[in-house]
């Protein structure tokens, strides 16, 4: 419906326009930020102090101007309830309500009543002139306070939303089946959109607002249960575990592994021989050994089901390293690894192919590029996505190339449950909550340049002794990739002329170098030819330096907690002493608190939950463009409700499995995912 309906002028209407809103539907969805009570016009005996928002009404006794000793107009109107008693209200430089407050008048005052010098005041209340019979819908009622457009004031939203407000129910009739609203006591869509603009009551409110991101999240559910169902309808044959396959490569190993580890290496051979694909995603910290999980998988696949498998990374770099590593655990049993990046070189590229059609190679190891390209397998059998998170929930399309094959997912975000639920709704968690033996907690710091500066001598000594050190530029935009690379080529010039006598065992490392010079740069410090590399973000994930024992992280107030964590990550690898400097320039006690949490917790379960807190759950999933994240915290650390509204998503499944007779429903899912139902 035309937003012309609306009757306000062509400058509204562009304003409306320019913040996507077309039309009444759009408008009805402008949601307010916040409420007023305006239900109760209390007496001024009845005010309550407590930094709530109150309505009382007088009649205006008296008004006055004062200029201050600052050079301000403060405004002090004094008016007079039913029974006589005042209300203090003081303005501060409004010169115009000097101007249009008439005494012998009666308003309507909302505000937060404070209590200074024996009195009640209200300081720059709401005044509503209550003789002017318009304004009667401004109160005795809960009223919405939106966020103001571009000049457009609250109080128009407001208002124009009331007027319109009949026309409600035939704009939004319900999406969901009756059964469901009944069973989960959900208010009518168009009923809890009323609610939210103009609620009843606080309760009305708090329904209204339940039904509103029950939907949201009841989208993405029923996405991720339609991917489920599909995936695990392939029917595999049920199999008995042989587990001297995984005994045998373990005794291969270097190192015992954690029962943590075990215990998923179990799960998932179990998931395996289920008779059903696996779908599963393994939460674990940055170096809890994720990896050789994988690798133990990819193994058994290998000899006991005569199969190949697919290792993803988000990035070359780690890409590459993973490779070395599954080739040093893997190539003396015997198996064949490849490695397919976008930097693979046709030719080889198109041996890689070959290989993988032939069945020549058991594992291939890459990025994205292994599902973009036309690769096709043999016999794909198992697909691993490391550093899920990185990926991003929005590219997760990759998924349905390998529709049939076993999937593990891994990500070392340990995200809280209830964004698990949320998110990764289709998949099946498992938790590594255990690190290799002997590694010694990461001494971190919050601390400024100066600070840094004196450590100089010491970073020396370490260095001296073997080890190195990373030093993390920040992304500043993520669009803005050239300057990222001329902020870390600066900070490469500063660190060779800072640490001079080491200057020609300084290098640079950053996303837009060849993925050749990448690799060269890599190499060199992996072999401790480097001391210290001076990097953007793309060491963030997954890479493993053992000597690496120090890093600092500039401007470190520009990133989340959890992505401090992974970069604090990449030293800790070993059983040498690790520390982790963040520099910050803030002087805001807010920022250092947050950054503080870093000296506090070395898990990143308890930095994750921080994060979600105070940034949102987008900066943990990396979803933050997604348009996802506009589900408020406290719904998404709410178990509980994700619990239920997953449940309703699986009863209406079992109802409508290709959600026939809801079209609505199903027009807003395919909205999401064109291809979910086919
Ligand atoms: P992440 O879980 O962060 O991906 P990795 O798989 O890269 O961690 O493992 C980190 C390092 O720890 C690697 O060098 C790996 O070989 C080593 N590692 C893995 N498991 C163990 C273990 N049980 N004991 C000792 N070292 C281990
Ligand atoms: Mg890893």
Redesign the pocket.
């Known amino acids: 419906m035309d937003l012309k309906e609306l009757k306000t002028s062509s400058r509204y209407l562009s304003i409306l326009n320019a913040n996507g809103i077309y039309n009444i539907k759009d408008f009805f969805l402008y949601l307010p930020r916040d409420y007023e009570d305006r239900t109760e016009i209390k007496k001024v005996r009845d005010l309550v102090i407590d930094n709530t928002t109150q309505t009382t009404k007088g009649e205006l006794i008296s008004k006055n101007m004062i200029n201050t000793a600052r050079g301000k107009k403060l405004i002090e109107i004094i008016l007079e309830d039913e029974i006589g008693n005042k209300i203090f209200v003081n303005i501060m430089n409004n010169t115009y309500y000097f101007q249009t407050l008439e005494k012998g008048k009666f308003y309507v005052i909302v505000g937060k009543p404070k209590f200074q010098r024996g009195k009640i005041i209200f300081w720059n209340p709401k005044i509503i002139n209550s003789e002017n019979m318009k304004n009667n819908e401004q109160t005795g009622r809960i009223y919405p306070i939106y966020s103001e457009l571009m000049g457009i004031k609250a109080s128009r939203f407001a208002k124009k939303i009331l007027e319109n407000i009949e026309k409600l129910d035939y704009l939004f009739p319900d999406p969901l089946p009756q059964s469901i609203i009944n069973s989960y006591g959900l208010l009518n869509l168009g009923e809890a959109i009323r609610n939210i603009h103009f609620p009843q009551s606080f309760e009305k409110l708090t329904k209204a607002q339940y039904r509103i991101y029950f939907d949201k999240v009841l989208k993405i559910q029923i996405v991720s249960q339609i991917s489920k169902i599909k995936h695990k309808k392939e029917i595999k044959s049920k199999l008995i575990p042989k587990w001297e396959v995984i005994k045998n490569f373990l005794n291969t190993l270097p190192?015992?592994?954690?029962n943590a580890?075990k215990k998923a290496i179990k799960i998932c051979i179990e998931d395996i021989c289920s008779g059903k694909p696996m779908l599963r995603l393994l939460q674990?910290?940055?170096?809890?050994?994720?990896?050789?999980v994988a690798i133990a998988i990819a193994y058994y696949i290998k000899n006991v089901l005569g199969k190949q498998s697919a290792i993803l990374a988000p990035t070359e770099v780690l890409a590459k390293q993973h490779f070395l590593?599954i080739n040093k655990f893997l190539l003396p049993l015997g198996i064949k690894i490849d490695l397919l990046t976008g930097s693979t070189s046709l030719k080889d590229k198109e041996k890689i192919k070959q290989n993988l059609f032939n069945s020549n190679t058991d594992i291939v190891v890459g990025t994205t590029a292994i599902i973009q390209d036309t690769v096709d397998f043999c016999n794909l059998g198992f697909v691993v996505i490391?550093e899920q998170h990185k990926f991003g929930v929005k590219q997760r399309g990759y998924l349905k190339k390998f529709n049939t094959p076993h999937i593990l997912q891994?990500t070392?975000t340990p995200i809280p449950r209830s964004l698990a639920i949320a998110f990764f709704g289709e998949f099946d968690v498992s938790i590594?909550d255990e690190l290799?033996?002997?590694r010694k907690k990461i001494h971190t710091k919050v601390i400024t340049e100066n600070q840094f500066n004196k450590l100089k001598e010491w970073i020396l000594q370490k260095i001296d002794q073997g080890q190195q050190v990373y030093i993390i530029t920040p992304l500043i935009e993520e669009s803005e990739a050239m300057e990222n690379v001329a902020n870390v080529m600066q900070e490469y010039e500063n660190t060779k002329d800072f640490f001079s006598s080491i200057s020609d065992k300084v290098d640079v490392l950053h996303g837009k170098m060849s993925s050749k010079d990448k690799d060269l740069v890599m190499n060199k410090f992996k072999n401790n030819k480097t001391k210290i590399l001076v990097s953007t973000t793309v060491i963030e994930v997954?890479v493993?330096s053992?000597t690496a024992t120090i890093i600092l992280i500039k401007n470190s107030e520009r990133f989340g907690l959890s992505q401090l964590h992974q970069l604090r990550?990449r030293v800790g690898?070993s059983d040498l002493q690790s520390y982790c400097f963040l520099m910050t320039t803030s002087k805001s006690q807010d920022t250092i608190q947050r950054l503080k949490n870093m000296e506090k917790y070395s898990d990143g379960f308890n930095l994750s939950q921080i994060d979600l807190q105070t940034r949102g759950g987008g900066e943990i999933l990396g979803i933050k463009q997604s348009g996802q994240t506009d589900i408020p915290i406290n719904i998404l650390m709410d178990t509980e409700f994700l619990e239920k509204v997953q449940n309703a998503s699986i009863d209406i499944l079992q109802t409508y499995p290709k959600l026939e007779n809801l079209n609505l429903l199903k027009k807003e899912i395919l909205k999401s995912d064109p291809n979910i139902l086919s």
């Open positions: 190192f015992d592994l954690t580890q674990g910290d940055v170096g809890s050994g994720k990896t050789v590593g490391d891994m070392a590594i290799p033996a002997g997954g493993d053992p990550g690898r």
